[in-house]
């Protein structure tokens, strides 16, 4: 069976999320306090699967490169060269013409 509120609770943090990145605050504000009051959920509070903007170092042995990694192998076959076609043909010139 389909979680209803929790499907309400993703909509509304989409919603959320919207309108925090279009700049409205106070259209944020009103989510974040359904979301309090509703659904027990707090978006001031820092949430774990967001970066922290803690940036991972190298370990000190190891060189940092900036060479990107390789692109995946293709999933299918590259077309195939198109093949060169003959020229037209022509009908031969008979002889005394």
């Not at 967001?50 to 042995?61: D, W």
């Not at 692109?71 to 060169?84: C, G, Y």
Request: hydrophobic content about 30%; cysteine-free.
């Amino acid at each position: 069976m389909r979680d209803i509120e929790g499907d309400y609770k993703a909509a509304y943090l989409d919603e959320y999320e919207g309108y925090k990145a279009a700049g409205r605050d106070e259209d944020a504000a009103r989510v974040a306090d359904i979301l309090r009051d509703s659904y027990g959920h707090d978006v001031d509070a820092v949430d774990e699967r967001e970066p922290t903007g803690v940036v991972e170092r190298p370990e000190t042995g190891e060189q940092e490169t900036a060479v990107a990694a390789p692109p995946p192998e293709a999933a299918v076959d590259p077309r195939p060269a198109a093949k060169k076609q003959a020229p037209p043909r022509r009908a031969a010139k008979k002889p005394g013409e």
